[in-house]
């Protein structure tokens, strides 16, 4: 089983709600046309609502559940058309040279957990691309403050209600490798059924934290210029505090 296969239960009412960076894409789709390549894809969140406005587009993970997750929906909501999704790593893609965008949504980037994992995936994103082709990565801008307290307490994240009268609560927990700069991060769902019963799922992965001039030198070592550094999904200048830390990239031509 992959690490995130038993994610992908939770993962529609964890995240399905989340649309702040759909905004985003939808522009720079408006910029680029399609074909679009979303790497790291999940269960459709981003990928299926992009379909449904006209955009052709294809959604990899390496999670196989959450990619039958995924096209279950997309046959469901009659999409099939405009969407694909496919069990891939982005480290090892066949080159294909066809898309004009391709993004890495929502801290997905950081699940590569060494550098040379992260220039296997960029270089592999490159291929994909076709000259000129766009590259978005979308990640959280490392907090140092926050980074520093994860000293492994396990802290409720949210709860929320079943559609057969039970609830799910979230438990996280969080340890450092600061010289790694490796957060160590431990998903916990506790099912509660209505007659009080619980059952726990235990996920836990590495996520790697990285600063703004280490990402934009992965990219420049792997054929892209970047265009442009931002804090929000409104555009807004990079500065220290940003929240987000999102990386628009071109490939050479």
């Known amino acids: 089983m992959n690490e995130f296969d038993l994610f992908a239960q939770f993962y529609d009412a964890d995240y399905a709600e989340y649309e702040e960076d759909l905004s985003l894409y939808q522009g720079f789709i408006g910029l680029t046309g399609g074909p679009v390549l979303e790497l790291a894809c999940g269960t459709g969140r981003l ?44 480290r090892h893609l066949q080159p294909n040279g066809h898309f004009a965008l391709a993004f890495v949504p929502f801290n997905s980037f950081m699940h590569l957990t060494s550098q040379a994992d992260q220039l296997a995936a960029l270089a ?17 801008n490392p907090d140092v403050p926050f980074l520093l307290e994860a000293d492994g307490r396990l802290l409720l994240e949210k709860q929320w209600p079943t559609p057969e009268g039970g609830s799910v609560l979230k438990y996280v927990s969080r340890t450092l490798r600061l010289a790694e700069q ?62 987000r830390l999102i990386f628009v990239a071109r490939k050479r031509a």
């Open 47 to 90: 990928t299926l609502p992009l379909a449904r406005q006209g955009v052709d587009i294809v959604g990899i993970d390496i999670s196989p559940a959450m990619i039958r997750l995924a096209q279950e929906k997309a046959i469901k909501a009659k999409l099939t058309d405009h969407v694909q999704f496919q069990v891939a790593d982005m």
């Open 124 to 140: 592999s994103i490159n291929q994909q691309l076709r000259p000129g082709g766009l590259l978005i990565i979308d990640q959280s």
């Open 182 to 243: 490796i957060q160590d991060v431990t998903f916990i769902y506790e099912e509660i059924s209505p007659g009080g019963e619980s059952k726990r799922s235990v996920m836990s992965f590495a996520a790697r934290f990285f600063f703004a001039p280490e990402g934009q030198l992965l990219l420049e070592k792997n054929n892209f210029v970047v265009q442009a550094i931002y804090s929000s999904y409104e555009l807004e200048p990079y500065t220290d505090d940003s929240e």
